[in-house]
């Protein structure tokens, strides 16, 4: 099984990041060497999926640690400006800010101690990627085929990602599953992204339109959806990609279990349901243009959220590092 490697230090201490925005037709890897750099590539998408966003976060603000501590607060609200929704960002900023108070106040040296903590971020992402495919891994039956919306695997994350990681954990046992793929528009995430990693991995899967979904699950052939998020209230209400909503709508009427899968990190106990998580609005042109070429009518005017949110009522159960539990019961996860 060959999973890609979005991110990963340079032998000089910069980052070398996967560009996922030109994926699958070109695999460049970029060298970031400044915090602007790790925000644009934030922004613009080079760089992706909530825990790997606060990973790059983190890594970012080890950039600016030659600074002292005032470059580090100043890295620290750029960076945290670049995605209004992804809480993983903004929970991997403060650890962050906090390792730099605390190297501060012992007269420890800063570089290594945030180089360190960035890292501590990345290395536990993964565990919890580990622990998440484990624990989902029974909720599919052997050799099933199952629903996705756009990526919440290694491309996502610092391991073997969120909604995929089951999806991995039976192919390393040899129970090979089946997936469904919608291409997640305006950015074809799903795709560009998951189809190629799945492709990657060996996994078989089959790729549809967005508008084909409900007309999918209508089959009866889908045991199950596994999706990730960006942001989990306090009373289970989901954020995730756009488009998820529609899907746990149609999930619910063909009586499919939904599935979120998300680290504790993602759980935002301060918001206490879907209304209050900010959404991010994103360019018109990223629906109303495809690669630069316009594909609407001049003049149309463009509503473009970046996610939905899915209420807790249509959700089967969040699975995170921590275990399984109905939305309801997501507060047991941060005792």
């Not at 400006?81 to 108070?101: F, G, I, K, Q, Y």
């Amino acid at each position: 099984m060959q999973l890609p490697n979005p991110i990963a230090w340079t032998s000089a201490g910069q980052i070398r990041l996967l560009d996922q925005t030109l994926l699958p037709s070109e695999e460049r890897y970029l060298v970031l060497d400044s915090v602007e750099s790790v925000a644009e590539a934030i922004k613009t998408l080079r760089v992706r999926g909530a825990p790997l966003i606060g990973i790059a976060a983190a890594m970012g603000v080890a950039l600016a640690a030659e600074g002292g501590p005032e470059q580090v607060r100043a890295a620290a609200a750029m960076l945290g400006a670049t995605r209004p929704t992804a809480v993983n960002l903004h929970w991997a900023l403060r650890r962050m800010e906090r390792r730099a108070d605390r190297a501060a106040m012992v007269g420890e040296a800063l570089a290594p101690a945030l180089r360190a903590e960035a890292q501590a971020i990345w290395d536990e992402d993964r565990e919890m990627c580990e622990r998440i495919g484990a624990l989902g891994a029974p909720l599919i039956p052997h050799g099933a085929t199952v629903g996705t919306i756009c990526n919440a695997g290694a491309l996502a994350t610092g391991g073997i990602g969120t909604a995929l990681a089951p999806i991995y954990h039976h192919q390393r046992l040899g129970r090979g599953l089946h997936v469904v793929v919608p291409e997640t528009r305006p950015l074809l995430q799903g795709s560009r992204l998951t189809a190629w990693e799945l492709t990657r991995a060996g996994v078989e899967c089959t790729l549809i339109a967005d508008g084909m979904i409900a007309s999918r699950l209508r089959l009866g052939d889908v045991a199950c959806v596994l999706v990730g998020a960006d942001r989990i209230a306090a009373n289970g209400d989901v954020a995730n990609k756009i488009g998820t909503y529609g899907l746990a709508l149609a999930a619910k009427v063909h009586k499919v279990p939904f599935y979120v899968l998300a680290p504790t990190s993602t759980i935002d106990p301060s918001v206490p349901d879907g209304a209050a998580i900010p959404i991010e609005l994103r360019a018109a042109e990223e629906v109303s243009e495809w690669q630069g070429v316009r594909a609407a009518a001049q003049g149309v005017s463009v509503w473009n959220p970046a996610f939905d949110v899915t209420p807790a009522e249509l959700v089967t159960a969040i699975v995170t590092d921590r275990g399984v539990v109905p939305p309801g019961q997501i507060s047991r996860l941060m005792d």
